[in-house]
């Protein structure tokens, strides 16, 4: 299963967020053929952002944060 040391944790999330996961493993089992549990979404998730080179320490907020990674973050203006 894990092949890389790993930690248990209680995590809070919105109800919406949970009816996504569960849509999310449903869609997946009935397009694949495989159950996929919360975690293993919420780990593909982390992997994601982790891999994706963002520099997320620029987040002072969740919707910062989504933002940066959705690449929707307004554009700087240049200073003069």
């Known amino acids: 299963m894990h092949t890389e040391p790993w ?3 209680t995590v ?3 109800d919406r967020h949970v009816a996504y996961l569960d849509r999310l493993a449903i869609d997946i089992r009935l397009k694949h053929g495989r159950a996929i549990s919360r ?3 919420i780990r593909g998730l982390i992997e994601a952002a982790f891999q ?3 520099d997320l320490s620029q987040a002072d907020s969740i919707d910062t944060l989504v933002e940066l990674l959705t690449g929707s973050m307004p554009k700087r203006k240049a200073l003069r």
């Open 7 to 9: 930690a248990k944790i």
């Open 12 to 14: 809070v999330l919105l």
């Open 39 to 41: 975690a293993e979404i």
């Open 52 to 54: 994706s080179g963002i």
